[in-house]
């Protein structure tokens, strides 16, 4: 009986060693981005201020609840027309605009950030979709009374794929939103916003919504 020759099992080549690390750091990339964005929203809400809020301008006046009341209807236009006197003192209480509650059904987010040194997050408007239109700032603080509508925020700019955080996002497009707040004058400086900023008028505090 002859014996069958079988050829020589050939042996399979190993992967070098130091390309293992490689390949698992690249199939790791590769989940996270087919289960979307590697960031993850924080609570909003359980944000630490990094400054004091000693040194925080008028914070006395900034944190405040939003009166009850028909609001009285404007446009960002309207904010940026808003005449400016001589900056308040540090410690100045709310007087003439600042105690009116205003809503702007139509407006344009152009860009958002969470401050840290105070908590509050910014929202950018702008009367229309246009990337290099005149810009206000709104502002919904830390506060309890607020939390509420800091987490909803966080929630609608997150379904467009926007993480809040210390980061300056340029919305590209713009998101149509609407607010509701108080009219405050702020004081010029100059980390307060981008350069389309038209005003130191604000609603501040304020709600603001994403439609």
């Not at 446009?75 to 001589?86: A, H, I, M, Q, W």
């Not at 105070?118 to 990337?131: F, P």
Request: net charge positive; with cysteine; proline share 9%.
């Amino acid at each position: 009986m002859r014996k069958t020759a079988f050829p020589p099992l050939r042996r399979k080549k190993r992967l070098p060693s130091v390309l293992l690390p490689v390949i698992a750091i690249a199939a790791l990339v590769l989940l996270l981005w087919a289960c979307g964005s590697v960031e993850k929203q924080s609570d909003l809400c359980q944000c630490a201020p990094t400054a004091p809020e000693s040194s925080d301008y008028r914070t006395a006046a900034k944190h405040v609840d939003l009166p009850a009341g028909t609001p009285t209807e404007i446009s960002v236009t309207d904010v940026l027309n808003f005449p400016v006197g001589p900056s308040p003192a540090a410690n100045a209480p709310r007087s003439g605009r600042e105690l009116q509650l205003f809503h702007i059904a139509n407006a344009f987010a152009q860009l958002v950030w969470l401050n840290p040194s105070d908590c509050d997050v910014h929202v950018e408007l702008s009367a229309t979709a246009d990337k290099n239109a005149p810009r206000i700032i709104v502002e919904t603080p830390l506060m309890g009374s607020f939390c509420q509508a800091r987490r909803q925020l966080a929630a609608q700019f997150n379904a467009h794929k926007v993480i809040i955080d210390i980061n300056r996002k340029e919305l590209n497009p713009p998101l149509p939103a609407e607010v509701l707040g108080l009219a405050f004058q702020d004081v010029p400086h100059a980390t307060r916003g981008s350069a389309q900023v038209g005003t130191v008028w604000e609603l501040h505090p304020a709600v603001v919504t994403l439609k």
